[in-house]
């Protein structure tokens, strides 16, 4: 089961990482953020819906956490996108993987009758020193205040992601769906949530160049601009055809590691308490995230990213 769920953290890590090379070429604007995840969800359903043996599941228990869930884990990916935009893969996965641990870690103290453990609050009380260093660069110069209240978003909303995915697994009382079919509803929910916000966006893109085209009056004018959009768009569309090659296979491979590795959590949800599993996907993660950032992107840590990495699996260690 450990085996298992150190792949789930290994998986997480190369997912981080697709984000932020699917960043580098699409921009971190919320339109590209949107659009990564409405492909995302897409290509995920297709994946889980093929491991689900082609079978669609839906119960009201499900189709209900599934709901949150998908708000909960858009809203923190959007937060993600902009984080990375200026940052590394490192200082975003710590804020998201302590949320993840800490806040399910005591909603099962506190909820689940889950055991109380003085050498697993000491590691609490590390991790939470390890996310607050975190938050300095060299020579104790911190973050910006926009930044650092979205990667405690980020922490929050991840939280409650680890409560809903131990609540489903270990529901006894409600029918609900197989594991497989779980993951699918929740890619289903994100494909539509990003989707539909998409769409918006493009609406009011298009009012707005509709209105800036109104401003010429002359016919001269008009049709200048005619042959000016029209240009436009011939480039446009070759620039796009040209991305969606580079993009489209970064949000392939993202949808197939994220999607497992979340499923490989759940399956150890339905055996271990959230005290051991997810301190277990958290120090892994970490340690393989900082590896990405070392290995793929040739990015530097500063001291307090490497110290704070290391603060944070030493405290996972005393989870375990």
């Known amino acids: 089961m450990y085996l298992l769920l150190i792949l789930a953290a290994f998986l997480l890590a190369v997912c981080f990482a697709l984000n932020k090379i699917y960043q580098n070429h699409a921009g971190a604007t919320l339109k590209s953020g949107f659009l990564y995840n409405t492909l995302l969800g897409l290509f995920a359903t297709l994946i889980f819906f093929a491991l689900n043996g082609f079978k669609f599941e839906i119960t009201p228990f499900s189709f209900v956490l599934a709901t949150v869930f998908t708000v909960l884990v858009v809203a923190y990916t959007l937060l993600g996108f902009k984080i990375l935009s200026d940052g590394s893969v490192a200082v975003y996965s710590i804020f998201l993987m302590s949320g993840g641990m800490i806040i399910p870690y005591i909603y099962g103290i506190l909820f689940l009758d889950e055991e109380f453990s003085p050498l697993r609050t ?159 996907i958290t120090g892994a993660s970490m340690v393989f995230s900082t590896l990405a950032d070392v290995l793929v992107f040739r990015e530097k840590p500063s001291k307090c990213v490497i110290i704070s990495a290391t603060l944070s699996f030493l405290g996972t260690l005393m989870f375990l």
Do not use: W
């Open 122 to 280: 000491v590691g609490l009380a590390v991790l939470i020193f390890a996310v607050v260093l975190s938050n300095f660069k060299e020579g104790g110069a911190r973050i910006k205040t926009s930044k650092l209240f979205m990667c405690l978003g980020v922490f929050i909303l991840n939280g409650f992601v680890g409560i809903i995915s131990k609540l489903h697994q270990i529901e006894t009382v409600h029918t609900k769906v197989s594991t497989e079919a779980f993951v699918m509803l929740s890619e289903i929910g994100k494909f539509l949530f990003a989707g539909i916000a998409l769409i918006v966006i493009y609406i009011l893109e298009r009012k707005t160049s509709i209105k800036l085209g109104q401003g010429h009056n002359t016919t001269g004018e008009m049709q200048e601009n005619h042959e000016a959009s029209a240009e436009y768009e011939s480039s446009g569309k070759a620039l796009l055809l040209k991305k969606a090659k580079i993009l489209i296979p970064i949000i392939v491979a993202a949808a197939a590691v994220d999607g497992i590795s979340y499923f490989l959590q759940l399956k150890g949800a339905t055996d271990l308490p959230a005290t051991v599993l997810f301190p277990t």
